[in-house]
């Protein structure tokens, strides 16, 4: 039965304004303040789920009014100390969305790690005490009579040269050995691997950045939430101990109008009461 049309008149009803046919931020949907927005661009399935997982954050947002500012407490929401319960919650979060496992970025992670040490074996058949963490003075002592010391920097690089009549060089990480055909194949090598490890860098960043977005309590709670209308029984099997005090607290009205909500989109039976 598709229960949307109710769901949103329900939401509605508590003074919330909801939007189905905006961006909602480049996100899925997107809760502030007293309005919902869900993304045009999701496919049906996915609207009840991202309206159920706003309104998790629309419900956090009144048990915790600076919500958005500290990212919430799990002891709050769940009135136990996180570490009791945060392995579930992400246990959940994994399953709710595959992206939090960050799986991309650990094997473009892993691809560079590989061409790191495929650089550092050709420059160490040439220089065998060559250490990643120390300086490469020969290296070092080359480099500077060379235009190939801006791509240290940038993987691509327009050089501009001349006062009256200006001339433009194009250089790039992957055409080094056109642009400079007498440089040894262990410096090459070297260029390489620091752009490799600039890259390595930046994806780390983005993982880092990513988890620490995933493991919010406001993230955590708003998936769990999301995750038992997606499967019950699933959600409950992977945070039985989350689960048990959800339930405990849902039912003696701690998340107030979610219950309703849960009832709606057919996670529950009982509907407390709705709001005229």
Same mark, same amino acid.
């Given at each position: =039965? %598709?229960?949307?049309? +109710?769901?949103?008149?329900?939401? &509605?009803?508590?003074?919330?304004?909801? *939007?189905?046919?905006?961006?909602?931020?480049? $996100?899925?949907?997107?809760?502030?303040?007293?309005? /919902?927005?869900?993304?045009?661009? /999701?496919?049906? $399935?996915?609207? /009840?789920?991202? !309206?159920? $997982? +706003?309104?998790? $954050?629309?419900?956090?947002?009144?048990? #915790?009014?600076? =919500? *958005?500012?500290?990212?919430?407490? !799990?002891?709050?929401?769940?009135?136990?100390?996180? #570490?009791?319960?945060?392995?579930?919650?992400?246990?959940?979060? *994994?399953?709710?969305?595959?992206?939090?496992?960050?799986? &991309?970025?650990?094997?473009? &992670? %892993?691809?560079?790690? *590989?061409? /790191?040490? +495929?650089? @550092?074996?050709?420059? &160490?058949? @040439?220089?065998?005490?060559? =250490?990643?963490?120390?300086?490469?003075?020969?290296?070092?002592?080359?480099?500077?009579?060379? %235009?190939?010391k801006y791509l240290l920097k940038y993987d691509r690089v327009r050089i501009i040269t001349g006062f009256w009549i200006k001339k433009q060089r194009l250089l790039s990480i992957s055409s080094i050995e056109e642009d400079f055909p007498d440089m040894p194949k262990s410096f090459v090598a070297y260029i390489r691997l620091k752009s490799a490890q600039k890259k390595q860098g930046r994806v780390a960043a983005r993982i880092s950045k990513l988890n620490k977005y995933y493991t919010k309590p406001n993230e955590l709670f708003a998936r769990f939430v999301e995750g038992l209308y997606i499967d019950k029984d699933w959600t409950c099997a992977l945070a039985p101990n989350a689960s048990k005090l959800f339930f405990e607290r849902l039912r003696y009205g701690y998340y107030q109008e979610l219950e309703n909500v849960l009832a709606l989109a057919g996670v529950i039976n009982n509907v407390i009461s709705f709001a005229q």
């Open positions: =039965m %598709d229960n949307k049309k +109710e769901i949103i008149k329900y939401v &509605k009803s508590l003074g919330l304004h909801v *939007n189905t046919g905006t961006k909602a931020r480049g $996100h899925q949907g997107f809760f502030i303040r007293n309005r /919902i927005d869900i993304s045009k661009s /999701i496919p049906e $399935h996915r609207i /009840i789920p991202t !309206l159920i $997982h +706003e309104f998790a $954050h629309y419900i956090h947002s009144k048990i #915790e009014p600076d =919500m *958005n500012r500290t990212g919430g407490n !799990l002891d709050i929401l769940f009135g136990v100390k996180e #570490e009791e319960i945060i392995d579930e919650l992400i246990k959940v979060t *994994n399953f709710v969305d595959k992206n939090s496992l960050c799986l &991309k970025l650990y094997e473009h &992670k %892993d691809r560079i790690k *590989n061409k /790191i040490k +495929e650089y @550092e074996t050709i420059i &160490k058949s @040439e220089y065998p005490d060559f =250490m990643r963490s120390k300086p490469f003075k020969k290296f070092d002592k080359y480099i500077k009579r060379s %235009d190939a």
